[in-house]
């Protein structure tokens, strides 16, 4: 069962609405990270965070914005929605640990279309 | 910088056959290699994974074996079955940072 948990699954609102995007997890991973994802299937990492008051941007540049005052929430935040925001949001979480890294725990994502 | 490459899709196989799909990687020192899963709708959720040259990462029927002479992590599943129609993701991790680099994904399609 999933440790992380996003909110809506699904959401269909009209250009130029403000929202946000809910992520949660109960494991302690002081890491968070935000992945778009195009119909192609590529992941595009759109925010990360590295621990409470800590938020960097990604390798795609997006117009959204996030926050990290809890270790275990991380929303994304759209000020004014656009159709070219239609898509899927991913967050993920991870752990740091000395030595191998095992890897991220995924949520189910949040299907986002912009009417 | 870290990169993975994987076999373009869709891969559609019958049920019952043999599934490979190829993977490299470029990465400085020594990464941590893993295969995720997708199945439609959802997250993605971890496959398996190899910390180390030689390993061997299992689950679920899946293998994958971390080579670093030839950097490759192939995914192998000796008998598909429809229910493991999904999108498959390879990735690595570095020990600095941590971050997770994914390649582009393959679709498999399983048919009866």
């Known amino acids: 069962e999933a440790d992380i948990y996003q909110t809506p699954r699904y959401l269909v609102i009209g250009t130029g609405k403000k929202i946000t995007l809910e992520c949660s997890q109960t494991?302690?991973?002081?890491?968070m990270y935000w992945y778009q994802q195009d119909p192609g299937m590529e992941l595009h990492l759109i925010h990360y965070?590295?621990?409470?008051?800590?938020?960097e941007k990604g390798d795609l540049s997006s117009e959204s914005t996030v926050s990290r005052i809890r270790t275990e929430h991380f929303p994304l935040t759209l000020e004014s929605a656009r159709p070219s925001h239609t898509s899927q949001y991913l967050c993920?979480?991870?752990?740091?640990?000395?030595?191998?890294?095992?890897?991220?725990?995924f949520g189910s994502g949040t299907r986002l279309t912009v009417v | 910088g870290n990169s993975v490459t994987q076999m373009e899709g869709p891969v559609t196989l019958s049920e019952e056959a043999f599934l490979t799909i190829n993977c490299t990687y470029t990465?400085?020192?020594?990464?941590?290699l893993f295969w995720y899963v997708q199945y439609p709708g959802e997250g993605l959720q971890l496959l398996l994974k190899?910390?180390?040259?030689?390993d061997k990462g299992s689950n679920k029927g899946f293998e994958a074996t971390y080579r670093k002479e030839t950097t490759s992590f192939h995914l192998e599943k000796g008998s598909v079955q429809v229910s493991d129609s999904a999108v498959y993701f390879c990735?690595?991790?570095?020990?600095?940072?941590?971050?997770?680099?994914f390649g582009t994904g393959t679709k498999l399609q399983v048919i009866p």
């Open positions: 990735a690595l991790s570095d020990r600095g940072y941590q971050k997770v680099t």
């Open positions: 990465a400085t020192g020594y990464p941590s």
């Open positions: 190899a910390t180390k040259a030689d």
């Open positions: 494991m302690g991973h002081d890491k």
């Open positions: 993920a979480s991870s752990v740091t640990i000395d030595g191998p890294n095992y890897g991220y725990t």
């Open positions: 965070s590295y621990g409470v008051n800590s938020t």
